[in-house]
């Protein structure tokens, strides 16, 4: 592995002092794009979620840790992030969906960062959605990768630039490493391109920055079950793709979760290559768990139970968690924890 570098970075603010509480369920906190980290040294859970500059004192947003040894009590918000002022994204205007991967020996958080003060490129007015009543122009968003020697943080920049092409509008940013090259797998936002996309891009040993050319794997539209929502005279049609998870079942098949919205909530569904491969081709399944649950993601207890964790609903959403089946051809769900 090529030797990690860290961008000169003005000196990171101090973590905000955060009320700790202890012994909540998930049902007593607010949680949104949940990602849990199975900390095997320690024996203990981490369960990562964005916090807003509200949470952080009014300054910036970051993201926050709860730990637990049973899945059912949680202690935190621990900080373990804070948007530094000089990247390109916008401190005050927060983090989406953060993940914890262990990779070589370091610890790296993947974070969807944004900027709406910096306008991207676009083809035709004509050809922009309609987003809560106006045209929705698009502006900076993708994921960036940071790196930390625990889980606790504090994590700090690879670079300064998305992993994803900055002039593309992309979101939840996930990693995967298939034979020996890590890939970081996102999604390509409605917004910009109408029928959005889910995409790959391969990373540089030391995953600060891609090493080649993104490639896409599906678009939104080719679910079934997927409609546009109701339009208006002139409004176009859009496609949402949201919250990839890769996951390989025990006979090597590759599944991705991910979300979208079938009749105006929000599901979380898998996709299926093919040909057990990243490139695929990708063929569409059935919905895994609706009633406006989504964005999920796989993870093993350290009983060695396959689980689930999603939010539900979309908004003012708690974190929820269900065992699985991991049948060998797909997963489905055992029960609710």
Request: glycine share 8%.
């Amino acid at each position: 592995m090529s030797k990690l570098w860290w961008l000169p970075m003005v000196a990171a603010p101090l973590f905000a002092q955060l009320p700790i509480k202890t012994g909540m369920q998930l049902s007593e906190f607010y949680v949104h794009d949940p990602f849990i980290l199975a900390y095997k040294p320690s024996q203990t859970y981490y369960l990562y979620n964005a916090a807003g500059p509200r949470q952080f004192g009014g300054h910036r947003g970051g993201v926050v840790a709860y730990k637990s040894k049973d899945l059912l009590h949680w202690d935190g918000p621990y900080p373990v992030f804070e948007i530094p002022d000089d990247l390109w994204a916008d401190p005050m205007q927060g983090v989406w969906a953060p993940e914890v991967h262990f990779y070589h020996g370091k610890y790296y958080l993947l974070a969807t960062l944004h900027n709406s003060n910096k306008p991207l490129p676009y083809a035709d007015e004509d050809k922009l959605p309609t987003y809560q009543g106006r045209k929705a122009k698009p502006h900076m968003r993708g994921t960036e990768i940071f790196v930390a020697d625990t889980p606790d943080g504090p994590f700090k920049p690879l670079g300064n630039s998305p992993a994803p092409p900055a002039d593309r509008m992309t979101l939840d940013g996930t990693f995967y490493v298939e034979d020996g090259t890590p890939y970081m797998i996102y999604a390509h936002e409605w917004l910009q391109v109408l029928d959005g996309t889910m995409e790959a891009v391969p990373l540089k040993p030391d995953l600060s920055a891609a090493a080649g050319e993104p490639f896409l794997l599906f678009h939104a539209s080719e679910a079934p079950w997927v409609k546009p929502r109701e339009l208006k005279p002139g409004e176009l049609a859009t496609y949402v793709t949201d919250g990839p998870f890769l996951y390989q079942t025990k006979t090597g098949k590759l599944l991705m979760l991910w979300s979208s919205y079938r009749d105006g909530l929000y599901v979380e569904t898998l996709a299926y290559s093919t040909s057990g491969k990243l490139r695929g081709p990708w063929k569409q399944g059935d919905v895994l768990v609706g009633n406006d649950s989504g964005h999920g993601m796989l993870f093993h207890s350290f009983d060695g139970k396959l689980m689930l964790a999603l939010h539900q609903p979309f908004r003012q959403a708690h974190g929820k968690l269900f065992e699985m089946e991991d049948t060998g051809d797909t997963i489905r769900v055992k029960q609710q924890i």
